[in-house]
């Protein structure tokens, strides 16, 4: 009899769990709150537009890489990708602008806006992020959680140092054993201002936090992406998920929409079944949850593991998501201009004094209706003050949003001149927006801030359940996302679901 697995929510973690593992011959059922797969990577209708529901960037579509290892596992032939190599525009104050390339033509550019003495910064950063991706994509368990897990990391390392002795990375391992336990500010001491904002703006988006608190080693690899195999999906990021989706169900999994998880029913120490609002219960051997923890408490009450009991009430420190979904005039979009733009007002970051904007191609007719593009523009801002408007002035809080959707727009015209006249339909959105049409708890998105190499959760939480998605490592971003729910972590791997560690190539 074929060991039955729930998946609790079709984001690409889920997803990724889900269709390895059905295609291993399990029997996986993927229950979603929502009418359409990718939460926070989703795409979603209205007004005759696709909206990415967050500003994205896709990257890790490269041979060897993240999205290329997933659609081996998965069975996925190709994804519906457009390759670019100028991946994204950061505009500066000032009038200053740099263009992200993932080619060679970035170190030029990087000379040109920051100066030949930043050049020591970047060598550092590829250099280091180098090494940690070849290491990520080896598969170690992180963090560990019982001896053979320890060996099967300290086997990855013990192959990954032996290569980079061999091919003279070596040379950098001390730095790389300080760096563990060091921010990414260590490498910025004399920069001028102009970089560190960049830097800093940068790692908000890739890593949740600044470089004087961003973990070296994380800060490196996250500020790498542009460079690591970045493309733009027909249809919008959605279509990551609905190609993810179609693997599952080719591989004789299914997936239940409209199917919002209450309850996880644990019976002596282990999940037995998985409960919707609408009545559904779904038997399990194993949970996989594509939550946050804190709804992740939630749904196991006094059965949770103490780690989660022990949760503050809400998030003390990462971030909620404010977002205008913006129906464009096309012709304000300057034909040769990148598609993300990441636009740098000053400090304190986030609050609409940074922000990131993603533009539909327009190649990609079935974005928005003839001559129009869609736009989804993100800002950072704290959680608190939103949620007491929402509950005790909603009156407040509409205006609110609407001055947020405003200031957006107007900070937005830095990237794109004339967008505000431009725009014909604008949707704004809080981080009460973001727990209605995700589920996640308080709307927290993108993860824990990457303060230090312990700071992500361990993915098993207790026997027979797991956790995947940005909580887990290695945290934020469709790859990172996809890379922790992939069969080769040893957590989801086949065959032995309770410790074992299987190598990539058996998955």
Not at 252 to 276: H, K, M, N, S
Not at 286 to 311: D, F, H, K, Q
Not at 376 to 398: N, V
Request: aromatic fraction near 8%.
């Amino acid at each position: 009899m074929k060991e039955k697995i729930v998946v609790v929510g079709a984001g690409i973690g889920g997803l990724t769990s889900a269709a390895i593992l059905a295609r291993q011959g399990y029997d996986v059922t993927v229950l979603e709150a929502h009418i359409y797969p990718g939460g926070c990577a989703g795409t979603f209708y209205h007004q005759g537009y696709r909206f990415e529901a967050g500003a994205t960037l896709a990257g890790g579509f490269y041979a060897g890489g993240p999205m290329d290892l997933v659609a081996q596992a998965t069975g996925i032939p190709s994804w519906p990708a457009h390759p670019t190599t100028d991946v994204m525009q950061v505009h500066l104050p000032a009038g200053a602008q740099i263009t992200r390339y993932g080619d060679e033509r970035r170190w030029a550019e990087q000379r040109r806006v920051f100066g030949p003495q930043a050049e020591r910064f970047f060598r550092w950063q590829e250099q280091t992020a180098d090494a940690l991706w070849d290491l990520a994509l080896r598969g170690p368990a992180w963090p560990p959680q019982s001896a053979r897990e320890t060996a099967g990391l300290l086997a990855a390392g013990s192959g990954w140092l032996g290569e980079c002795l061999r091919t003279g990375k070596g040379l950098g391992l001390p730095g790389l054993a300080v760096d563990a336990f060091a921010p990414v500010s260590r490498h910025l001491a004399g920069a001028s201002e102009r970089l560190r904002l960049f830097v800093d703006g940068q790692l908000l988006i890739a890593a949740q936090t600044t470089s004087a608190h961003a973990n070296a080693l994380y800060g490196a690899s996250a500020l790498d992406l542009p460079r690591r195999g970045v493309i733009h999906l027909q249809g919008g990021i959605g279509a990551l998920a609905e190609t993810l989706a179609a693997a599952l169900e080719r591989n004789g999994g299914r997936i239940l929409y409209r199917q919002e998880v209450t309850r996880i029913r644990v019976e002596r120490g282990r999940p037995v079944a998985v409960v919707t609002k609408k009545g559904l219960e779904v038997a399990a051997d194993r949970v996989v949850v594509n939550l946050p923890p804190w709804n992740i408490v939630g749904l196991l009450g006094e059965a949770a593991p103490p780690r989660l009991r022990a949760l503050p009430p809400r998030p003390l420190d990462g971030w909620g998501a404010f977002t205008v979904y913006a129906g464009v005039d096309g012709a304000v979009i300057p034909a040769d201009a990148p598609l993300h733009h990441q636009v740098l007002v000053g400090r304190p970051l986030g609050e609409g004094n940074s922000l990131f904007v993603s533009i539909s191609p327009a190649w990609d007719s079935g974005r928005a209706p003839a001559g129009m593009r869609a736009l989804t523009l993100s800002t950072h801002t704290e959680l608190a003050s939103w949620w007491e408007l929402f509950q005790t002035d909603r009156p407040a809080y509409e205006v609110r949003k609407e001055e947020f959707a405003r200031r957006m727009l107007a900070v937005a015209e830095r990237a794109i001149p004339g967008l505000q006249d431009a725009t014909h339909l604008c949707k704004p959105g809080t981080p009460v927006t973001f727990q209605r049409f995700t589920r996640r708890k308080w709307g927290w998105v993108g993860g824990f801030p990457q303060t230090n190499l312990l700071r992500a959760w361990p993915p098993r939480l207790m026997e027979g359940l797991w956790m995947v998605g940005d909580s887990i490592f290695p945290g934020q971003s469709t790859a990172a996302v996809a890379l922790g729910g992939c069969g080769w972590r040893r957590e989801l791997c086949v065959m032995s679901l309770e410790a074992d560690s299987v190598p990539l190539d058996k998955v």
